[in-house]
């Protein structure tokens, strides 16, 4: 059997196509091959009798490119096609397909250097397996009222130990102020101060009658997630948040419940799999790309200018893969009244403004600080924005 194949020579609706980063202590032919065989078929180095020409034909990945060229080379791009026929995608999801795309090769000690930059899923296997999302970008703005500008989100902080009194306080300070969206931290969960059963009732009573988005952290191990996820729905909640510790394939599981709320990717630790300095890492694009297929609603993408920044073009590239995914980007991480402007310069206003410290620690109160970001939102300049800007300066 030939394992390097021009891609004009494979069917395309059997492969998924990840596009691949490697660094070989031999060459770069090596670590593709010991990549295509380990994550498919068996041990790279190793055959036997059991490994039939048509296992291999049906179930083997194949090397997209020339055999001499990879020959020549110890580094560089690789495509690597992987069977469909190896996933049950209605109950393996993403989970198995991560562990196929990073996983084994990085055991395999010619492999210096294993980067994913890119996964091509076949149309017919996202559209029968992958739900999207259920509201995105259009349904979020529809239900929000928020349209031709920035959609503006409120974080609560402190990020946990506050009582469900106090946390109604402080939502109405910031729905007052004129949030679309509210998000609990990623600490919050289920805490004894503040338990999923007490404050979420509590709040969805106040925001009935406000078209506000209010994410409940629902971060919990496999076996409750769901089951939490149900209960705060059943608590009358619009929206969850779930930070990616929980899992990655969580997010398709959630939203193939087929409930009416929205879903929002929590990033935060990303980098353990995502930082590019890492031999081994999994683009941040990838990440989001199978977050919209798997049906998020919003994504924490990055950040410019705060006390996290990324590279514009890096940034400018994960918001166009998330647009595409019809997945509302929230940046945050440092976001203020004096970012706005620049950012809308620079990336469009086809995002989320998300805000913690700013709108809290503001001269005014959490009241003022939602003001404050609402103005700078609507160019609707008053004194709670000037205040912001004194405290924080103005980003060009």
């Known amino acids: ?12 609706e059997k492969y998924i196509l990840c596009l691949y980063f490697l660094s070989s202590k031999k060459t770069l032919k090596d670590a593709a091959w010991a990549l295509s065989i380990g994550q498919s078929v068996g041990n790279p180095n190793v055959r036997n009798n059991w490994e039939t020409d048509e296992l291999f034909e049906n179930h083997s990945c194949l090397i997209i490119g020339d055999e001499v060229s990879l020959q020549n080379k110890t580094s560089g791009l690789v495509t690597i096609a992987f069977p469909i026929s190896n996933t ?38 996202e559209e029968q397996y992958f739900l999207k999302p259920k509201y995105g970008i259009s349904g979020i703005r529809n239900f929000t009222g928020a349209h031709n500008k920035p959609l503006f989100g409120g974080i609560v902080k402190p990020k946990i130990g506050v009582s469900k009194e106090v946390l109604l306080e402080m939502v109405k300070e910031m729905v007052e ?11 919050m969960s289920n805490p004894a101060c503040c338990p999923v059963e007490e404050r979420v009732p509590l709040i969805m009573d106040y925001l009935k009658d406000k078209n506000v988005i209010y994410s409940v952290c629902v971060n ?14 059943e608590l009358g909640a619009n929206s969850v948040h779930i930070n990616f510790w929980s899992g990655l394939g969580v997010y398709k599981s959630i939203r193939e419940l087929d409930l009416p709320i929205f879903i929002h990717f929590q990033k935060s630790g990303d980098k353990i799999l995502t930082n590019k300095n890492h031999d081994y890492h999994i683009s941040w694009d990838v990440i989001c790309d ?8 919003f994504i924490h993408a990055g950040m410019w200018g705060g006390y996290m920044s990324d590279n514009e073009l890096n940034l400018k590239s994960t918001l166009n ?17 004096g970012l706005v402007q620049a950012i809308n310069n620079r990336f469009g206003i086809n995002y989320m403004a998300n805000v913690g410290g700013a709108i809290h620690g503001h001269p005014r109160g959490s009241k003022g600080g939602a003001l404050a970001m609402r103005q700078a939102i609507d160019l609707e300049y008053s004194t709670e924005y000037k205040q912001a800007i004194e405290k924080w300066g103005i980003v060009k």
Request: a positive charge; hydrophobic letters at 40%; glycine letters at 8%.
């Open 88 to 125: 049950d995608f209605r109950t393996d999801g993403i989970s198995h397909l991560l562990c196929q795309f990073m996983g084994g090769q990085m055991d395999i000690d010619i492999i210096d250097k294993c980067h994913l930059l890119k996964v091509d899923i076949p149309q017919k296997v």
């Open 177 to 187: 102020g004129g949030v679309n969206f509210i998000k609990e931290d990623e600490i």
């Open 290 to 297: 199978l977050a919209g297929l798997m049906g998020v609603d």
């Open 1 to 12: 059997m030939n394992f390097f194949r021009k891609l004009d020579n494979i069917n395309r």
């Open 220 to 233: 919990s191990d496999p076996a409750h997630i769901l089951n939490r996820v149900k209960k705060v729905y």
């Open 321 to 337: 893969i998330l647009h595409k995914r019809q997945v509302m980007p929230a940046l945050s991480c440092g976001m203020h009244p």
